[in-house]
């Protein structure tokens, strides 16, 4: 199975165009679920889900790293990629049954989640769904449009039924329904579609021992990471209830977002990384990581600024005056849209496909801990505002443990040879909102000029500068438009 070299522009592009929908679905959903659940119908539904962000873990078992990664290498020979995703399957099949082994244990063993019985049944469907779905695949073999285009699809008819079934503030089981059709929905046509690029064939003899090692290796960053991500989502709601994790997660939210937008430059990176490393090329990986890094100091540093500096018009646009009190706590956590692009371009997108887990797992283990002692310092006397402080300090941990591991390999003093020029640049923006502000407009109006200003501003000052990938990104774009026009060949 000879796969054609897709350029990294295209799939980037087509991998935005999923990424952005990914961030467009959820700020409509939020903005509108926010104001009709309120602050508790939010903390519900988020907290039932950071309980079964747990079990999906464990079910996926560190496979969509490692699928993507091994995939990549296989998929020019469609017999050996046909067994490596039936013997993905397989170990799937297993960890998916003792996942639901043990959430059943774990509902009927702890109160506090048996209050959330319905909302964890409904989000528990994700577990199956999400490991028939084999997006490693599709992420394998490159194929972002068909992504792109299934997610977008999926995600307006949910959208429609959102606004349809979603009317008043008892509506939170049809939401869960809704937001899971979304998210999971799709990957039943995955699976189905999966038969254009792999043979399903009965195998007696499957090589299943040989992944367990990598695998687990995996999961065991997956462990840790999600320890200091969703961690103080759990200890919110078991520490201080249903309305301090609504408050946080209008919080948390844009700045997630926000750092799914930058990280989703390095999503396409994987597959080819692991590629040229496979095929030893190693002087165009480097420069790939290079370019990456670039990209994320360039994308993270001014959306750091701006989301502190407009918290509090952000946090009443997304989610109403009910969580009007989340601005401070937007502000405290605005370091993570640098901290965790970063420590992703580190840790998932570089090292992972140089197969260098140990490290990553130093790292993240380090920031799981950093996080649950400060949450449990923290929250109780500070609610979320708490929790955004210790997830602040973790994210740094994990980051300059990240940076001293990768500096056994790279030279991170030349990777950070442009960051001046960003924060250089980027100092525009308090200048801009500042002299925005002074002028009379409604809120909104005012947070989409200082947007709309601040990011011209910034990147002209680069492009000025001779920023060279700022350059690239606009030689590029121009050859699309003269293409467009057919002023020049492709």
């Not at 039932?48 to 290498?73: D, Q």
């Not at 296989?74 to 993905?88: G, H, I």
Request: proline share 3%; glycine share 6%.
């Amino acid at each position: 199975m000879k796969k054609k070299e897709n350029s990294l522009i295209e799939s980037y592009v087509f991998n935005l165009l999923k990424t952005s929908s990914n961030i467009l679905f959820p700020i409509i959903t939020f903005t509108y679920s926010a104001r009709i659940l309120g602050v508790d119908g939010i903390g519900k539904i988020n907290f039932s889900k950071s309980i079964i962000t747990y079990f999906t873990m464990i079910a996926m078992l560190g496979m969509n790293y490692y699928g993507t990664r091994e995939g990549a290498k296989l998929r020019d020979n469609r017999d050996k990629f046909s067994r490596f995703a039936q013997e993905m399957l397989c170990i799937n099949g297993c960890t998916t049954v003792i996942s639901y082994m043990l959430l059943i244990i774990t509902v009927f063993a702890i109160p506090k989640i048996r209050c959330y019985e319905n909302l964890i049944l409904i989000n528990s469907m994700a577990i199956p769904l999400q490991g028939m779905g084999m997006e490693w695949l599709y992420q394998a073999l490159e194929e972002y449009r068909y992504i792109a285009v299934r997610s977008v699809l999926f995600q307006i008819i949910a959208l429609v039924a959102l606004f349809w079934f979603v009317q008043d503030a008892q509506d939170v089981l049809p939401y869960a329904v809704i937001t899971l059709f979304a998210s999971s929905g799709s990957y039943v046509i995955n699976f189905v579609n999966a038969q254009k690029y792999i043979r399903f064939r009965f195998h007696t003899h499957m090589e299943i021992r040989k992944h367990l090692k990598p695998l687990l290796w995996l999961f065991a960053i997956a462990v840790s990471i999600e320890l200091y991500t969703v961690l103080d989502t759990t200890m919110l709601g078991f520490l201080k209830g249903d309305t301090a994790v609504g408050l946080y997660t209008a919080a948390i939210k844009v700045e997630r977002m926000v750092n799914t937008l930058i990280t989703s430059i390095g999503v396409v990176l994987i597959p080819r990384l692991s590629y040229y490393i496979g095929q030893g090329e190693y002087q165009k990986s480097g420069e790939l990581i290079h370019k990456a890094y670039n990209y994320v100091f360039m994308l993270s540093v001014p959306a750091a600024i701006g989301l502190f500096l407009l918290s509090d018009d952000i946090i009443l646009f997304f989610s109403g005056s009910q969580f009007e009190s989340a601005g401070l706590t937007m502000r405290i956590m605005t370091p993570i849209v640098i901290l965790i692009p970063f420590s992703v371009a580190t840790n998932q997108q570089t090292l992972v496909p140089m197969k260098k887990e140990k490290l990553i797992i130093i790292s993240t283990l380090a920031g799981a801990g950093t996080n649950f002692t400060f949450n449990m310092l923290l929250i109780p006397p500070y609610a979320e505002n708490g929790a955004a402080a210790a997830t602040v300090l973790a994210e740094t941990v994990v980051a300059v443990i990240s940076m001293i591991n990768a500096g056994r390999f790279f030279d991170m003093k030349h990777i950070f040879r442009l960051i001046w020029q960003y924060w250089a640049a980027a100092a525009v923006i308090p200048v801009v909102v500042w002299l925005i502000r002074r002028i009379s407009m409604h809120y909104v109006l005012r947070m989409a000029l200082a947007v709309i200003v601040s990011s011209v501003l910034y990147f002209l000052l680069l492009l000025c500068k001779g920023n060279p990938y700022v350059r690239e990104s606009a030689a590029i774009i121009g050859r699309k438009i003269l293409y467009r026009k057919g002023k020049v060949d492709r």
